[in-house]
């Protein structure tokens, strides 16, 4: 069993081009054969005419007479390589110019040739007519056979070979050297052609080896078909993807170690420190278990924020899309806020009608609006306006633009295309207790999800606007 792709591509196109040759040789022959019968069938009926013109001519001359029985017909035959016969009316041989005698069977055969060739001629061919009349093959032999006028109800028989064996022996040599020939020929372009397929699929597989080794730096190079081609720039794609995820998975396991790292110093040494007894007062003992809750708190919330926005990438999430109220939903968020909007001194604006509603999952929703609204406030500043807004888009009533605009500080438009990454903050923010840069992440899916799309603007001094599109409720299922 043939298992590499370019041994079945060689061995498929040397079975297709043999069996091409050889069916093309083989079909040749029928009409090189036809035709051959043909021409010699004409040419024994005008050799035949002939002949029967010299016999009556002999027999006419009664001193020539006798030779028709010895040397003449022998003669004749040798030269023209037939055999000739003069047949009498009740088909006996009259003459042979073959000393053999004609086997019975062949005898019988022939008479009953002439019989059904001459059955329905007129009188005119019997007595006086010296046209030829092919008459068929028989015993091996193609025969015709013209009356002769010189010797009354006699018939001239002229036998000569068919042609079809010897044409065949002569044919089969020189269409087993043409078969021969071209089967050499398709092997070696077949050769090539296979090599021409298979290679670039050969070049994949091992660079495909090579990646699956660990070597991410490899890329498939090569053309082809066209059907190659595109193979080999997709997976091309799927290696630039796959080293992509590869990097942000070592980003994040670099990212989660740092963001680890301070929590857990402070738990460790302030544990410690309780253990050993180093803190003597309790005041200082309250200080430490308060630090360390606080820390333990801020690990869990990384640890929960990157367990949903992992469950998000990875698709693990099941939308349960139901009808969402934007004005309810919208309120239970800032009433999560309401003691840091008064101490903070923000001014609210509201504008969500209570009779919009949206299509999604009213917990996903939930959970991107308060990482929106906590996001302002975090990065905001005090007595600054907050302002949430929703309604059905204008040009599209199936869809719903909520807005949350505040008039902070605003974002730096270097800093603004990064701010969807994962773990991306601003330098001033590094290390602080301003969350982990996972917040946008978070309502970048889980918008995605829904099927809608978010955008951000920002103008340093003046504020930010983040812009919703999401899927409006129909009230069909």
């Known amino acids: 069993m043939i298992r590499s792709l370019r041994g079945r591509l060689f061995a498929s196109f040397v079975v297709v081009v043999l069996v091409m040759v050889t069916t093309t040789a083989f079909a040749a022959v029928w009409p090189i054969a036809h035709a051959q019968r043909v021409l010699q069938k004409h040419q024994l009926e005008e050799l035949t005419s002939q002949i029967a013109v010299g016999v009556d001519a002999v027999y006419r001359r009664p001193g020539l007479r006798p030779l028709l029985d010895t040397e003449l017909l022998h003669e004749l035959g040798e030269r023209t390589g037939t055999r000739l016969l003069i047949m009498g009316p009740q088909g006996q041989i009259l003459a042979d110019s073959a000393e053999e005698p004609l086997a019975v069977v062949t005898r019988a055969a022939l008479r009953d040739r002439l019989t059904r060739a001459f059955r329905d001629e007129d009188d005119h061919w019997r007595v006086g007519g010296s046209k030829a009349r092919f008459t068929g093959q028989v015993g091996g032999y193609y025969s015709a056979a013209a009356p002769l006028a010189s010797i009354p109800g006699a018939t001239l028989v002229v036998l000569a070979p068919a042609p079809t064996r010897l044409l065949l022996q002569l044919l089969l040599p020189g269409l087993g050297l043409a078969v021969l020939a071209g089967l050499a020929v398709s092997l070696v372009v077949t050769w090539f052609l296979s090599r021409s397929i298979a290679s670039p699929i050969a070049q994949l597989a091992a660079v495909a080896d090579a990646i699956a080794a660990g070597d991410l730096a490899r890329e498939a190079t090569g053309g082809g078909p066209d059907e190659v081609s595109r193979l080999v720039r997709s997976f091309n794609t799927m290696v630039s993807t796959l080293r992509r995820l590869v990097e942000e998975q070592r980003n994040l ?38 630090l ?25 999430v099941r939308l349960d899309r139901q009808p969402v109220a934007l004005a309810a939903l919208v309120e239970r968020v800032l009433t999560r806020h309401r003691l840091t909007i008064q101490r903070r001194a923000v001014e609210l604006q509201l504008d969500v009608p209570d009779s919009l509603t949206a299509a999604g999952d009213p917990e996903l929703l939930e959970l991107a609006l308060e990482n929106l609204v906590q996001n302002a406030l975090v990065h905001g500043r005090d007595g600054m306006m907050l302002t949430l807004s929703a309604q059905r888009l204008s040009g599209d009533q199936s869809w719903i633009q909520l807005t949350i605009r505040d008039t902070g500080p605003g974002i730096p438009p270097e800093v603004l295309p990064h701010i969807f990454d994962r773990f991306y903050r601003r330098g001033r923010d590094k290390g602080g207790s301003n969350g982990f840069g996972l917040g946008l992440a978070i309502v970048q899916e889980i918008v995605t999800l829904h099927g809608g799309t978010i955008r951000a603007m920002s103008t340093p001094g003046e504020g930010t606007t983040f812009t919703l599109l999401l899927p409006t409720d129909t009230g069909q299922d």
Do not use: C, F, K, W
């Not at 606080?294 to 990875?314: F, G, M, P």
């Open 253 to 290: 396991l670099a990212n989660v170690a740092h963001e680890l790292r301070t929590p857990l110093t402070v738990i460790q040494g302030y544990a410690q420190a309780v253990r050993e007894g180093l803190l003597h007062r309790d005041d200082e003992r309250e200080e430490a278990l308060r």
């Open 292 to 316: 360390i809750a606080e820390e333990s708190e801020r690990a869990a919330r990384l640890l929960t924020q990157l367990l949903h926005l992992t469950r998000l990438e990875t698709g693990q």
